[in-house]
């Protein structure tokens, strides 16, 4: 069955990060993207809840299942598809689902501080009132390089701050963006990133309805 599903980003480069995991794992699924870069810019300056009508009037249109990419606006987007009738999902609930089955001590890497408060909340509802202490860390000089196109830079760079963790079970990735890290690392702990079980939970909620 072709599935169909509209991934909302904020940044352009997780369309080929999208499409490359599509052709390798989900071939035959159709993916639509929608790159909404004024949404993360917002979210960063006055919170995630000041792009909640933004969001709203970016999704009403859709008229399907919804995967955002943005670990910043997600919460506020997955929130607003009851209301439209739309199934939304983030990006890292499956990342974060798995991460609490790893164990109670989880290190959240991320490149901008505005992603660890979302990912921290998602992280305690995915534990269902478990104990679980959630470390959050801003990796130095990350963002900078993601926006000056130093791709290379900047993975090297998250890879080097999850290899220095240290007494934890677990350590996430929390930005999508951030995926390609998870291979450059040495540490011994499981690194787990968001696009590929997201996209495949995405998939799968299309498919089921």
Same mark, same amino acid.
């Given at each position: 069955?072709?599935?169909g ?21 989900h ?33 009403? =249109?859709? &008229?399907? %299942? !919804? $995967?955002?990419?943005?670990s910043?606006?997600?919460a506020? +987007?997955?929130?607003? /598809? @009851? =209301?439209? &009738?739309v %199934? !939304? $999902? ?8 798995? +991460?609490?089955?790893? /164990? @109670? ?16 909340e998602?992280?305690a ?18 963002w900078e ?13 998250v ?22 890290a ?13 696009p ?14």
């Open positions: 069955m072709v599935s599903l509209t991934l909302l980003h904020t940044s352009p480069v997780h369309v080929p990060v999208f499409d490359a995991l599509r052709d390798e794992r071939p035959g699924a159709v993916l639509r993207h929608l790159v909404v870069p004024e949404l993360l810019d917002r979210a960063r300056e006055l919170g995630p809840a000041a792009v909640a009508g933004q969001v709203r009037e970016v999704l009403e =249109g859709v &008229g399907g %299942p !919804v $995967l955002v990419t943005c910043t606006v997600g506020v +987007a997955e929130s607003l /598809g @009851p =209301g439209l &009738g %199934p !939304v $999902l983030r990006v890292d609930r499956p990342m974060a689902a798995e +991460a609490v089955r790893r /164990g @109670p001590r989880i290190v959240v890497l991320a490149a901008l501080a505005s992603t660890l408060g979302p990912t921290g998602l992280l509802e995915e534990a269902g009132g478990l104990p679980v202490t959630v470390r959050g860390r801003v990796v130095a000089g990350a390089r993601f926006e000056a196109g130093d791709t290379e830079g900047y993975l090297e760079a890879a080097r701050a999850a290899d220095a963790v240290e007494e934890a079970d677990v350590i996430v990735l929390a930005q999508a963006s951030m995926a390609g998870a291979r450059l690392t040495r540490t011994g702990l499981p690194v787990l990133s968001s590929a079980p997201g996209l495949a939970a995405a998939l799968l909620r299309g498919r089921t309805g």
